[in-house]
């Protein structure tokens, strides 16, 4: 996101090609030991699996815009779960506040003994009881990595909003995502 000090940076050699989002992790054990596949196909189980999380959160009539669909064994056991991305945003600029029935999130669409469960990683939901509307922030899955050894892949979700982001690495235990480790920059 631009210059820091010599004490912060990190030198990549090779550079990275592109200027998305880089996560690194030193260790000896594979930070990648499943790769991920992106779903683009008979995805309305995922719609629907968006629009009860929607629901909960109070919007009523969830309108659904996915961004995301991710399928991996983040833990190993040979179950794969799907990691969904989705938002919605009618504001025209991004520096405006939200709108009633607005949102942006990431969620574990996670089956198992034959029951789905949805488990929130980040969002941002704008309701009508929702007092005051904020900034929009936009959630998206940048990263599934073995940050600690354990065989246990962590989520990456990077988020920004019109002044500046963040980046958040979130743990699977059990029904919740547990925040590991955290970065935020901007106004």
Known sequence: MGEVGPEFGITFNPSPKSREPVVAVGGTWK?????????????????????????????????????????????????????????????????????????????????????????LVEGQFQTASRPEAGLALTYQVTGLVDANGDGVMEIMVNYTYYEGGGARLFQLKGDKAELVLGEDWGA
């Open 31 to 119: 930070a990648m030991p499943r790769q991920p596949r992106l779903l683009t196909d008979n995805l309305e189980p995922y719609v629907e699996a968006a629009k009860e999380v929607l629901k909960s959160k109070g919007i009523t009539d969830p309108q659904v815009n996915l961004t995301q669909v991710i399928e991996i064994d983040l833990d190993g056991d040979g179950v794969k779960e799907v990691l969904i991305g989705a938002r919605r945003f009618t504001m025209p600029h991004r520096s405006d506040v939200l709108n009633n029935g607005d949102y942006s999130m990431v969620f574990v669409h996670k089956k198992a003994t034959g029951v789905a469960n949805n488990i």
